[in-house]
């Protein structure tokens, strides 16, 4: 089955379960940002994990055009399936996918694909390729967009031990300046990440540094429970 044809019967499929009801409590639920077809999410992980099964491995140079005509379709349940299929397969992205994980942070940007491709995708390819960390995270670091900032504090959520401490900390230094919810939430996740693996090291920074009192709450979270 051909990419296309691929995307076509998940569209097929989807359609049939359009529920226009659920649709609107999910829209208000997210804020109106994105259409919703409607489908549960227990529903929705059962016709992805059928479909991603139905699709097998795309070709790494058919990777990016067959995710972004998934995401470039209107309803958000399409950019979920997307990024399904991207964790499925995190272990096969290469090098050249950095600007495909890009794309995704910065189009159609909400904390619900974006965490996500944080620090299940950008987290692995950061792993395979640490260059990239200086190299495209520097740069997302100091971009304007929100959304690039946030990836840099949270791409080593799942690292535990692999943690890069110094690096942590000094990326939560350049931003905790910044009075945005979604950067100030995500120190306090990073923080509360890793307290579970260094408790002592993030309280003595939280300590130590003039935190947000929302970073500060959220870091401290299971440590003073």
Sequence with gaps: M????????LVSIFEEHRNPENAVAMERYMKGLF???????????QISADWLKSIGLIRSENLSP????LWELPEREYQYIALDYLIKKKKHLVEADIDLLEYL????????TVDLIASHLVGSLFLTYPHFIKERGEKWLHSENIWLKRTMLLFQLKYKEQTN????????????HIKEFFIQKAIGWSLREYAKTNPDAVI???????????ATREGLKHIRA
């Design 35 to 45: 259409p919703f077809i409607g489908i549960r999410a227990p529903d929705r992980k």
């Design 66 to 69: 067959f995710i972004t005509m």
């Design 105 to 112: 942070i910065v189009t159609k940007s909400w904390w619900d």
């Design 204 to 214: 003595h920074f939280i300590e130590s540094h003039d935190l947000s009192n929302l």
């Design 2 to 9: 051909s990419d296309n044809s691929s995307i076509k019967s």
């Design 165 to 176: 401490e110094q690096l942590l900390f000094s990326y939560i230094e350049q931003t905790s």
